[in-house]
């Protein structure tokens, strides 16, 4: 039987586990001075991050186990091509969500 006492240990011991790893670091990097190369390659983690999130969604592997395109990475490719010419957020982030209602809308 799940009791009170259980209960709260298993939420606050998760809760340490989940907080730990997140805030641990920024503690440990406001306290030592960390050199300049290694400031410099921190900064392209949010863009590799990204990358991997738009990537893992924009490709998927289908039931043979080949890799499937879909209209996804087309999209993407364009709205790539368009913040690449323009470079301009607002310009971009619009022609990609309409040209994706277009292309849901049409397929």
């Known amino acids: ?12 011991g998760a809760m340490l586990v989940t907080i730990i790893p997140r805030v641990l670091p920024f503690i440990l990097a406001t306290r030592f001075d960390l050199p300049p190369r290694v400031v410099k390659r921190l ?27 879909d209209e996804r990475l087309v999209v993407a490719l364009l709205t790539l091509v368009i913040a690449l010419k323009t ?21």
């Not at 799940?2 to 606050?12: E, H, Q, W």
């Not at 470079?87 to 397929?107: E, N, Q, S, Y």
């Open 43 to 69: 900064q392209y983690i949010p863009v590799c991050l990204f990358g991997c999130l738009i990537v893992e969604n924009l490709i998927s592997l289908s039931d043979s186990g080949t890799y499937r395109v």
């Open 1 to 12: 039987m799940l009791t009170l006492g259980y209960f709260s240990a298993v939420v606050v």
């Open 87 to 107: 470079k301009k957020l607002l310009v971009t982030v619009l022609f990609g969500i309409l040209l994706m209602a277009g292309v849901r809308f049409l397929f």
